[in-house]
């Protein structure tokens, strides 16, 4: 089953990836490297010795596998002007709600200004054609209401995490506006420049503290109850590679019109996955082969969104995208991913669900 549902849009692009040591990194450049493109990526070391980058060694095949730190704004122009990427996706983040409360200052020098120094970065330099920088859903001012919100609403956030996202959004705004503008194209610049923003997305390779799945599998390693802080608060669920899918697929649309897709875009799941935290924990407990729920919420823990969804609407009508799997093929390739990775080679196991998931349905 061929891999490549972008129509070859990145077989031997100069594709530069913030963030390639993260989760949502090491798959994105898994997925770059079986299309063909040269990745160059910039990261700080992962958070485990599990996580997908380190077991893929993802980090050993890629063209350049570099240490940087994205607040650090003339390293990034100067890794730039050395390997002259087509392609940017900015994914490196500090990316976690409760870490936020402890780390706020740290939090908005990487959401904010980091995010800032590439799109700087990509601006001083002639071979970047295109910029895809990617938030969060929680960049929207949450108002918890039941129906999803679409790209044109207002930016907002209440913990630091969600806040720096909106922030960054603004940011983001503001440069296109500023300087990448489509109506200025080929006159001032040739830059396109979008920004995407995803729901709750897991998958294997995860270990970060305060998520849901990484959570469970610790648990379930340790034989422990898995302790559920949260357990009715609702979340748009989706696999990694739903995202990604989305990602690439407006990168390569960009590729063949600058101006028309320069803008906010969101890739959220179906409808049916937009489901509780509790029953997410059970359906992956079953695709396990065992564990327990404990429920353990606290009504003096710290502030969290109970509901936020997200409308895909554009991206279904405007790009032709739509999400592959639904929350129980989710949850299974999630589970199959854990219970294989101890005694498989990962790097073949990441292809073999990308090859999954991208078959006709």
């Given amino acids: ?113 980091g ?51 909106g922030a960054a959004e603004i940011a983001i705004n503001s440069w296109r506006r500023s300087f990448f503008n489509p109506a200025d194209y080929e006159k001032t610049h040739h830059i396109s420049i979008a920004s995407v923003r995803a729901g709750n997305v897991v998958g294997g390779g995860d270990w970060a503290k305060d998520r849901i799945v990484p959570d469970c599998i610790r648990a379930l390693e340790a034989d422990n109850p898995i302790e559920i802080r949260s357990p009715k608060a609702i979340r748009p669920w989706q696999h990694v590679l739903e995202p990604l899918s989305g990602y690439l697929l407006l990168a390569s649309k960009m590729l063949q019109e600058p101006t028309k897709y320069c803008e906010g ?42 509901l936020l969804l997200l409308d895909i609407s554009k991206a279904k009508f405007q790009l032709g995208w739509e999400p592959r799997t639904n929350i129980e093929q989710c949850c299974h390739l999630t589970a199959d991913w854990y219970r294989r990775y101890r005694n498989e080679n990962v790097y073949q196991l990441c292809i073999e669900q990308i090859h999954s998931f991208c078959q006709p349905s």
């Fill in 115 to 165: 995010s800032i120094n590439i799109m700087e970065a990509a601006r001083v330099t002639d071979s970047v054609r295109v910029v895809v920088m990617i938030t969060t859903d929680k960049c929207y001012e949450n108002r918890e209401q039941i129906w999803g919100y679409r790209e044109n609403e207002p930016m907002g956030g209440y913990d630091p995490y969600s806040s720096s996202k």
């Fill in 265 to 306: 875009w969101n890739f959220g799941p179906r409808s049916e996955s937009i489901t509780p935290v509790w029953d997410v924990a059970t359906m992956l407990c079953n695709y396990y082969g065992r564990g327990k729920l404990k429920d353990v919420s606290n009504s003096n823990a710290l502030h969290e969104a109970n």
């Fill in 1 to 113: 089953m061929n891999i490549d549902i972008f129509n070859g849009a990145f077989q031997g692009k100069r594709v530069l990836v913030t963030g390639h040591t993260g989760f949502k990194g090491s798959w994105l450049s898994i997925w770059l490297h079986e299309l063909g493109a040269e990745v160059i990526g910039i990261g700080l070391d992962p958070y485990s010795d599990k996580d997908n980058y380190i077991l893929s060694g993802i980090g050993n095949i890629i063209k350049a596998d570099i240490r940087a730190d994205i607040r650090d704004g003339q390293k990034m122009k100067d890794i730039f002007a050395e390997y002259q990427p087509e392609i940017v996706f900015h994914l490196a983040a500090q990316p976690l709600v409760r870490l936020s409360y402890e780390i706020p200052v740290e939090t908005y020098e990487t959401n904010v200004m």
